[in-house]
């Protein structure tokens, strides 16, 4: 079991950046690949980023185009999503999740564990 805490989001124009960290508790923390998803009002839940066990190896949803980057440190258990040149239609509210074994998942359905997600804002 792994429970999961987001953090960091908030208000900022567009252009700006935000820093979302997830924190997750259990000894365990480096046994599971770690993602991000966003859902957007009145849209489905989207993939944001997935990062593997051990930092290794990230991919992105198509519309990230290098204005994101997904990180963790293993040692703190925790995961960062630094998000920068944000945009309006980056508006939503941020989940981090958990899955053991590969990483190369952008379906929610293969993830199990879940946090209660950040609002992320974006002004024009």
């Known amino acids: 079991q792994v429970q999961l805490v987001e953090s960091g989001g908030g208000l900022v124009q567009a252009g700006g950046s935000l820093r979302l960290s997830c924190a997750a508790s259990g000894r365990t923390f480096s046994s599971y690949a770690m993602a991000w998803f966003r859902r957007a009002p009145g849209k489905d839940r989207e993939f944001v980023a997935a990062?593997?066990?051990?930092?290794?190896?990230?991919f992105y949803g198509n519309f990230v185009k290098g204005r994101f980057t997904f990180s963790r440190d293993n040692a703190k258990n925790t995961v960062y999503l630094q998000m920068d040149s944000l945009k309006p239609e980056d508006t939503a509210v941020y989940y981090c999740?958990?899955?053991?074994?590969?990483?190369?998942?952008?379906?929610?359905?293969?993830?199990?564990?879940w946090g209660q997600g950040t609002q992320v804002t974006v002004s024009s």
């Open positions: 990062i593997r066990q051990d930092g290794g190896n990230t």
């Open positions: 999740a958990a899955k053991t074994g590969s990483f190369y998942y952008t379906n929610q359905n293969a993830y199990d564990y």
